[in-house]
């Protein structure tokens, strides 16, 4: 299990865990982000949107089956996009 730190585009975005089989935590500096996390078909299978002040949230992946996925964060700064396994 790792955490992986990736700063582009002025978002630096952390997430844990990676795989994941459950749920991932996304751990981001700056406001107003949203998440995104796409299959590898580019369709849209999880969204939400970080709450006012808060820099963390957590996206459920359970039940999506096994592979590896896009998770792009959205912000006033830019744009970052990570992989995230789920197994």
């Known amino acids: 299990v790792s955490v992986g730190t990736i700063a582009t585009s002025g978002i630096q975005?952390?997430?844990?865990?990676?795989?994941?089989?459950?749920?991932?935590?996304?751990?981001?500096?700056?406001?107003?982000n949203t998440v995104a996390?796409?299959?590898?078909?580019?369709?849209?299978?999880?969204?939400?949107?970080?709450?006012?002040?808060?820099?963390?949230?957590?996206?459920q992946v359970a039940g999506l089956p096994r592979g590896a996925y896009r998770l792009?964060?959205?912000g006033e700064?830019?744009?970052?996009?990570v992989v995230v396994n789920i197994i």
């Not at 990676?18 to 751990?27: G, K, Q, S």
Request: zero cysteines; glycine letters at 10%.
């Open 77 to 81: 700064s830019g744009v970052t996009n």
């Open 72 to 74: 792009e964060v959205r």
């Open 13 to 32: 975005v952390q997430i844990s865990p990676n795989p994941a089989t459950e749920f991932i935590t996304v751990r981001t500096s700056g406001q107003g």
């Open 37 to 59: 996390l796409y299959n590898q078909a580019g369709q849209l299978v999880r969204s939400a949107q970080f709450q006012d002040g808060n820099a963390e949230l957590r996206l």
